[in-house]
Each structure stands twice: as C-alpha cells, then as structure tokens.
C-alpha cells in the first residue's frame, strides 16, 4: 500500500488511466469559508506562528484534480484547481469514502491570483498535512502552512527552503523532504532538503548537479522520483530510455545513497522502463511495480528477499501487458487494465482474475517515474485516479475491485 498521488506540475506521469464506462454519483459536502488573509512573505529563519480557523463558505466551480492522498479506507484529501492557472484551487477531505465532503482549504487560498498560488501539497495520515502557496515567478517565496485536526486550523510554520517548485514528503509530523529535481531530456538534477521540526528550517543533505558528483550522490542520468518510508530510509525510482533503470536506497536521510542490484526483466528496452511505484518491504521482503515501454508494453513486480539489496522480477502470467500494479503488502499485489484486475496472494505463486464494471486503460510514458494511481488500502477498499483529455476523476472499491463508483468531489 502506497501513496495514491497525481501531480500535473513537474512532468509527464508514468501511468495515465482513462476510463470507458463512467457513471455518476451526488455528493453531500459541508462547506468550510476562509474569511481571514494569510501573509504570504516570511524572512529567513523567522518564527512564525499565525494560526487560522476556517469557517464556512460556497465551493467554486470548474477546477480539476491536482493531487489525490488516500489516508486508509474512508480518509482522503484531493487538492483541486482551475488547471487554466486563473480561477479557483483548494483541499477537500472526506472522512466517509466521498459520500461527504469538507472543504478544509487554509483560509485566503481559495483563489489562484497574486501570491496565493498553492504550488505544492502533501498530506500524512487522517490529520497532518501542508500547503506550500506563493506566486508563480522564479523569484517568488513560497510559505508553507500545515494543519495538525485534519484542516480545521491551519498555521504558517515557514517557507519552502527554495523559489522552484519542490516535492514535499513527511513520514512523521516533523520529519520531512522537499525535492527540487530539473529534467534535462533523460538526466535529472538534485537538490534534497530536509526538515527536522515541521518546516520551520530546512538545509541540503544531498545535490546532483550536472558534472562530477561525490561518491554516494544520486547519479545525474535518469528520471527521478524520492519517496521516503522512514525518518532514516528512503528510495529513489527511476525510469530510463534504453536501459535498466536502478534503485537507490538511502538510510541516513538522504545523505548518501546505494544502488540496489535489479536482474534485467525480459522484453525490448528500446522504449524505456521504469518503477511505477515506492518499493514495500516489511521485514526483509519487499515489492515494487515495473513497467517496459513499447508497442506491447509488459509490466512485472520486483521483489526482494534480503532486504531490498538485490531484486528480481516475477512475471504476471499471459501474454505482456501494460498493467498498472499496486502492491498491498510484499505478498498481495492488484494488477489493473481493462475491466480486469490480475490479483495474487502470495507473491505471484498464484492468480485469479477480477472482473470490472469500469474499463480502466492504461497508458505508459517512460520518462518520468511517479507515485501510484491506484491504491488498494484494504484487500476490499481501493482508489483509482483517471485522467483523460479534459478530466480527472476518482473512483473507489469496497468489494476488492468488482464495482467501482466514481466519487463526486465538490468544485471539480
């Protein structure tokens, strides 16, 4: 089980879903205003400490899915904005599966204009998340505010340690990351900051630039993606044009890193390839999904016995596919495609097919490595994120992947 997460600002994804059949639902929403303005200008290593109480207010219409963070079964937060960069933008959460919603946007952002941008946003659990806002220039500073009650108060705590727009990532209320990461064609640049105490000071573990870097630095080659499980442990997926692409584990915070063996899987690398999602490991058994690009475009799930130091590939059976794969515990892996789910319980030994009553169709791009869109929490409960040409939509499962109804989030 992984984050489920969409981000539309940095590069192309991995895994685009779009979907043949759809049906419609009606949502009841409790509506939350923001009447009061938050500063958005705050002086390096400033103590901030500006508290806000959303009260109630109208949700604006015509925005689409920015972001979407499931947070267990019924817990799921979804940053939403008017994708023309003029119009309306805010953070929903429902607490009931998307029967219901409350908009919990931190007050004076419910507008994209001056320097009340949201640029980033990442939510921990039922209860923790943060905001980064601030205008859309290069220059521009960019506060960052966090909520402790799931988005009932929020309060400014400081700014993101960088004017680029960054990936935020907690593993704890006060341990987190933000990843500045620039494409140049198939390389990648990096520069990982990291926080102690909730945002308020950030410094630089680790850079790769593009000439020589120092030993244990992330290589310059490849697309990138940083995701951290623990305060000490963290992955770095990657996605190549032609080749293997590696993994890099970190236990010192991002520090330093070390390639992990990965076995070559089978199949034409001429069109790239790379991790589709965060490894999981419990103990020392692990899983990660993988997908190769192409005209037959096959996934496989990687798997690790020591650890996560050396990963083979299992091929699922049948001819190759593109299948999106969610990996619930090292063992019990939801390949998605079509109206069918490949599921298995012991780590590919054996498989059974799920039929659908939603087409989801996959498609692959292989520069650019991203969290999952589909996220099964439970065995039962699960979330997928569909994109076509002119929408993003979110659907979810109670019964294991058999029906599917899409979920109505106010303003989109």
């Known amino acids: ?30 509506g939350c205003d923001q009447s009061a303005s938050v500063s958005s200008r705050i002086a390096p290593g400033q103590a901030v400490a500006t508290e806000f109480v959303a009260t109630s207010r109208a949700v604006a219409g015509g925005q689409s899915l920015r972001q979407v963070l499931p947070a267990g079964a019924s817990t799921t937060w979804a940053w939403t904005a008017n994708m023309s960069g003029r119009g309306a933008q805010g953070i929903e959460r429902t607490t009931d599966g998307g029967s219901h919603w409350t908009d919990v946007t931190p007050p004076g952002l419910d507008d994209q204009v001056g320097d009340h941008y949201i640029n980033g946003f990442f939510a921990l659990g039922a209860d923790h998340a943060w905001v980064a806002y601030g205008g859309v220039s290069e220059a521009d500073t960019q506060t960052i505010t966090a909520t402790s009650d799931g988005g009932r108060h929020w309060k400014i705590v400081g700014r993101q340690p960088n004017f680029d727009t960054c990936d935020l990532d907690f593993v704890t209320p006060s341990d987190g990351w933000c990843a500045v990461i620039t494409a ?80 070559k899987a089978s199949g034409d690398l001429d069109q790239g390839s790379g991790f589709s999602s965060q490894p999981l490991l419990e103990g020392e058994d692990g899983a990660v999904g993988y997908t190769i690009g192409g005209p037959t475009k096959k996934s496989v799930v990687y798997v690790t016995n020591d650890g996560g130091a050396d990963w083979r590939p299992v091929t699922p059976p049948g001819p190759p596919e593109g299948w999106l794969v969610d990996t619930i515990t090292p063992l019990r892996w939801r390949l998605v495609n079509g109206d069918r789910i490949l599921a298995t319980d012991d ?24 969290a999952p869109v589909v996220d099964f929490v439970t065995r039962e409960v699960g979330w997928i994120v569909l994109e076509t040409p002119v929408t993003t939509t979110l659907w979810r499962t109670t019964d294991g992947g058999s029906k599917w109804r899409r979920v109505a989030i106010p303003g989109t």
């Open 1 to 30: 089980m992984t984050h489920l997460s969409i981000m539309l600002s940095r590069h192309l994804r991995v895994v685009v879903l779009s979907v043949a059949i759809t049906t419609s639902s009606v949502v009841t929403m409790a």
């Open 184 to 263: 140049y064609r198939g390389y990648e640049t990096v520069t990982l900051y990291r926080t102690t105490d909730d945002a308020k000071h950030w410094r630089i573990v680790s850079e790769t630039g593009t000439g020589t870097n120092p030993p244990g630095s992330l290589p310059f080659l490849g697309d990138k993606n940083i995701q951290f499980v623990r305060p000490k442990v963290g992955w770095t997926l990657f996605a190549y044009p032609t080749a293997v692409p590696p993994l890099y584990e970190t236990t010192n915070g991002g520090k330093t890193w070390v390639k992990r063996h990965v076995t």
């Open 347 to 370: 780590g590919g030994k054996t498989w059974h097919t799920i039929t659908t009553n939603v087409s989801f169709q996959l498609f692959y791009a292989y520069d650019s490595p991203t």
